[in-house]
């Protein structure tokens, strides 16, 4: 069995046909999911979906492009719910060279998360894109945190997180421009590897440029047996008990 521990089924393009996903994704032994909190206009239609299927669940968050909307009060009416596993995906993306204030208002708003993480004894699911230092450094000023760093970005710097942090590994792994990350695989603890797509983002190859489903979980599972020596069997049995232990309340 594997658990998808970060996939966006609440974006529309699921609308139609969300069963025969879920169906897909069961007959290729993925068999839970979590939908990340990305922007709150959908955070209500990710509870419903969690609500509707008992192996779907949900976090609470905003993403660092969506701080428009971001309101921790209409957070909080979410993050007792008893579907609800994590704080995210919050975090920092200078992606596309924000400006200073902006980057200040990501900083901002990321913390403002971690510290609902801290009030609510749930981990976090973190976003780090072209941010790694600063990321780490705010991270660090927290004590007993933890959660996963998702789609982790090959960071060295990054794996100083380990006691406290996963390391969400999706299909960017197939990918043939992906050597940093294959490279830093075997690096990371075994017992800190979680499974994810983001779909419908991030397609694996060899279906880069289709839709993304749950189901491809197993092409990663696949090329992380091969770069580790494991088997398909151990790494879904590795993978699935650390989402468990990391996502308490998760099957």
């Known amino acids: 069995m594997i658990i998808d521990t970060h996939t966006h089924l609440d974006d529309s393009r699921y609308d139609d046909i969300l069963d025969n996903v879920l169906l897909n994704a069961s007959n290729d032994g993925v068999d839970f999911h979590?939908?990340?909190?990305?922007?709150?206009k959908s955070l209500q239609k990710a509870c419903d979906i969690s609500e509707k299927y008992s192996n779907i669940y949900f976090a609470v968050g905003v993403h660092p492009y969506?701080?428009?909307y971001f309101?921790?009060?209409?957070?909080?009416?979410?993050i007792t719910h008893k579907k609800c596993v994590a704080i995210g995906e919050c975090g920092l993306d200078y992606f596309q060279k924000p400006s200073d204030g902006e980057k200040l208002l990501q900083e901002k708003i990321f913390r403002q998360q971690i510290e609902l993480s801290i009030e609510y004894s749930l981990p976090l699911i973190i976003h780090i894109r072209d941010a790694s230092s600063k990321s780490l450094e705010i991270l660090k000023e927290y004590k007993g945190i933890y959660g996963v760093l998702h789609c982790f970005n090959a960071s060295p710097i990054l794996l100083e997180l380990s006691d406290n942090f996963y390391y969400g590994i999706g299909g960017v792994?197939?990918?043939?421009?992906a050597k940093n990350?294959?490279?830093i695989l075997p690096q990371i603890r075994q017992d800190r590897l979680l499974i994810e797509t983001d779909a419908p983002y991030l397609t694996p190859h060899p279906y880069r440029g289709t839709l993304n489903e749950p189901k491809y979980c197993r092409l990663v599972a696949i090329k992380m047996a091969?770069?580790?020596?494991k088997t398909i069997e151990e790494v879904e049995y590795i993978t699935t008990n650390n989402a468990k232990k990391l996502f308490k309340g998760l099957i």
């Open 173 to 177: 792994l197939t990918f043939k421009n």
């Open 34 to 40: 979590i939908i990340p909190g990305a922007d709150l």
């Open 71 to 78: 309101d921790v009060d209409y957070m909080k009416t979410f």
């Open 226 to 229: 091969e770069i580790l020596n």
């Open 181 to 183: 990350l294959v490279d």
């Open 66 to 68: 969506d701080l428009d």
